[in-house]
């Protein structure tokens, strides 16, 4: 079996102008014996076998399929080498911008794995995975000389969206996976933008906050901050020719009220634990990843406004015209708008990705949009008052501390949470 496969095609930026782009399935990590094992997971999950409930599940698809029969492994690799690769090729044609350098080359490099519980599916690295076992395989992705993406892949999301559908089907859920896609690489676009400093900005933020230990209240405060802004732009670049965009007030309403849980947790795990399930990775339809796309899209709606773009928006199977947004999220707990037009997307995009990495402006043009569509603080995400009022309540506890009565507190915390 080969180590790698390989692909390669054009993707045209305009002006007469090509990029050409090296795809590479790295097998180094997934044998067929290991494939063999995400198949049994992948049945498993299907049949309903297993009791395994993981953040990333909302990411895979059941199928309901009265069997499930073995997928050869060389079939596998062919249907994720040419189909995966479709889909690769039109996000990138559809998204030049994602390549950002003036590098004639980019390369996306997705290194296939086994993932045991689902814990993951699409990641950089997560947990050091590779950093910590194989370094020398680090050191040479590391190496490129051109502009390149690299990604950990889980076998079971490529068997789930690609080569089962394929397979039993003979077809696969394109805009499911392409959104993914779009997402991940949207990342890829705002790290070499300088826009995706995560932990540094949240390191240098608390430096001298509270002593030497981390108010573990505020550190994650401020991560839900900034998916709002990294992880919700990336979602709304994947709404860019959605037809329409769909206003959960459910999803607002628990997000404000689940930062001001947030910041009352006692314990760094259970405050850890709260914060994965509620604002990042383990869940993408409510949380910072939902509420910041809502941000990003009233962003867009309040330049549509300005440009003079009349909008529908639509509950259930009934049309509106979009006159009074802050009417309608009043009055209905579940309601779609049209997406505005796409020159008024790309020109919100501009405006959200100036903000870079700093939420607080990110916040103030949210608020901005808010204001010009008539949107009252009760049906916002946040506004600016509130985010001051919920840090307040983040930080309050340890006012009434000495330095030193601090550090003893920490040190019991840490004895005890670890």
């Known amino acids: 079996m080969p180590q790698k496969i390989e692909k390669s095609f054009d993707v045209p930026l305009g002006n007469g102008r090509i990029k050409k782009v090296q795809l590479v399935y ?17 049945v498993a999950y299907q049949t309903r076998k297993e009791n395994i409930q993981s953040p990333g599940d909302q990411d895979l698809i059941y199928y309901r399929l009265k069997s499930y029969p073995y997928i050869p492994y060389e079939q596998f690799l ?9 889909i690769i090729l039109q996000v990138l044609t559809d998204n030049p911008s ?3 350098s003036d590098d004639e080359h980019f390369k996306v490099t997705l290194i296939l794995y086994r993932v045991l519980g689902r814990d993951w599916y699409f990641d950089a690295d997560p947990n050091g995975t ?15 000389t051109v502009e390149n993406i690299s990604y950990l892949v889980a ?6 969206s690609i080569a089962a559908p394929w397979f039993y089907l003979k077809k696969i859920p394109s805009s499911f996976v392409y959104r993914y896609l779009m997402h991940e ?7 070499m933008m300088d826009s995706f400093r995560l932990s540094e900005k949240i390191e240098e933020r608390l430096k001298g906050r509270v002593g030497k230990y981390p108010n573990y209240r505020a550190t994650f405060l401020f991560l839900a901050m900034y998916e709002l802004l990294e992880e919700g732009t990336a979602d709304f670049a994947t709404i860019a020719n959605r037809p329409r965009m769909d206003i959960r007030m459910d999803a607002i309403l628990q997000f404000r009220e689940d930062l001001n849980t947030l910041v009352t947790i006692v314990g760094k795990r259970k405050a850890e634990e ?19 796309k809502v941000m990003c899209f009233t962003i867009e709606l309040a330049l549509a406004k300005k440009r003079g773009k009349p909008l529908l928006a639509y509950v259930r199977k009934e049309e509106y015209p979009l006159e009074d947004i802050d009417n309608f999220m009043s009055k209905y707990p579940n309601f779609e708008i049209e997406n505005p037009p796409l020159e008024v997307f790309k020109e919100a995009y501009e405006m959200i990705a100036q903000t870079r990495n700093k939420y607080r402006n990110f916040l103030r043009l949210y608020e901005s949009a808010c204001k010009e569509l008539g949107i009252r603080e009760k049906n916002m995400v946040i506004s ?18 000495t330095q030193k009565e601090r550090e003893k507190m920490y040190e019991k915390i840490k004895r005890l949470v670890g």
């Open 26 to 42: 790295d097998l180094t990590f997934y044998s067929e014996k290991k494939y063999k094992k995400d198949f049994d997971d992948f």
């Open 274 to 292: 709260f914060y994965e399930k509620n604002f990042s990775y383990g869940t993408l339809t409510k949380g910072s990843y939902y509420c910041g």
């Open 155 to 160: 076998g079971v999301y490529l068997i789930n």
């Open 78 to 86: 062919t249907s994720v080498g040419e189909l995966f690769s479709k």
């Open 98 to 100: 994602i390549m950002v």
């Open 185 to 191: 690489f949207e990342h890829h676009e705002q790290y």
């Open 384 to 401: 600016y008052a509130a985010y001051n009022d919920i840090k307040k309540k983040a930080t309050k506890f340890y006012e009434k501390y």
């Open 130 to 144: 590779l950093k910590n076992k194989h370094p020398e395989f680090i050191r040479d992705l590391e190496s490129e």
